[in-house]
């Protein structure tokens, strides 16, 4: 009696589980999202038609702090000496990055004086 010779195993081809890990791929890297993009209103210093009032408002910002006036100061102590410098919260506030400060940095700043009601924030290089 003969016995048949044991079927051929194939192996199961990889082509199609390839395709679908590609296809999958493809649609996150389409959906994500990566960052938000977020935009600063900051007025052109020449486009002001009022001239300048009050006394210097000149905040420099560093890597490692503030400077206002060329006084080292603290976030948390930049509102309170501003506020006795400002006739209106839609006076001009100069801000000027300085000795390389990162954009972080300068953002930062911007965000508070922004949320602390000033209104009108000069950036100069």
């Avoid at 048949?4 to 590609?22: E, G, Q, Y």
């Avoid at 791929?25 to 020449?46: N, S, Y």
């Amino acid at each position: 009696m003969l016995l048949a010779p044991p079927p051929v195993r194939r192996k199961p081809s990889l082509t199609p589980m390839i395709d679908v890990v590609f296809l999958l791929l493809v649609f996150f890297m389409l959906a994500a999202r990566f960052g938000q993009d977020v935009e600063i209103d900051l007025p052109l210093a020449a486009a002001s038609d009022q001239p300048y009032e009050g006394p210097p408002r000149l905040v420099d910002i560093l890597p490692g702090g503030l400077r206002l006036n060329g006084v080292d100061t603290e976030m948390n102590n930049l509102l309170p000496k501003l506020d006795t410098m400002m006739l209106s919260h839609s006076d001009a506030i100069v801000l000027r990055p300085r000795d390389k400060a990162d954009l972080q940095r300068v953002v930062e700043a911007i965000e508070a004086l922004t949320k602390a009601g000033y209104q009108s924030l000069v950036l100069v290089e």
